[in-house]
Nanobody, 126 residues
Framework: QVQLVESGGGLVQAGGSLRLSCAASGGTLSGYAMGWFRQAPGKERKFVAAISWSGETTYYADSVKGRFTISRDNAKNTVYLQMNSLKPEDTAVYYC???????????????????WGQGTQVTVSS
């Protein structure tokens, strides 16, 4: 079973940048579409970004489009989320997830992802 571990979170000032990583063990991510989600305190977990197994297709939530970039390195079994121009409203626990099912299009639906990491905290101060 694939296990996912996120890293790279922390405290940053508004306007700053962070790069999150999601490393996999126990299996390869190369055949899976991958997604990033986030959950702010007291709120539901929401979609942030997704990337196809090949890396050729990406999709973003409107709230992060133009500021965040999802990428992957299948040789390293790792997915990344580069976050620029961070805002206080980006503060949340960020989770990576793997979609093990073949799909024509990327999914933004939380329950359609099969494997999840434990999350990494991102805090953006104003």
């Amino acid at each position: 079973q694939v296990q996912l571990v996120e890293s790279g979170g922390g405290l940053v000032q508004a306007g700053g940048s962070l790069r999150l990583s999601c490393a996999a063990s126990g299996g390869t991510l190369s055949g899976y579409a991958m997604g990033w989600f986030r959950q702010a305190p007291g709120k539901e977990r929401k979609f942030v970004a997704a990337i196809s197994w090949s890396g050729e297709t990406t999709y973003y939530a409107d709230s992060v489009k133009g500021r965040f970039t999802i990428s992957r390195d299948n040789a390293k079994n790792t997915v990344y989320l580069q976050m620029n121009s961070l805002k206080p409203e980006d503060t949340a626990v960020y989770y990576c997830a793997a979609d093990a099912k073949w799909r024509v299009v990327l999914t933004t639906t939380l329950y359609e992802y099969d494997y999840w990491g434990q999350g990494t905290q991102v805090t953006v101060s104003s």
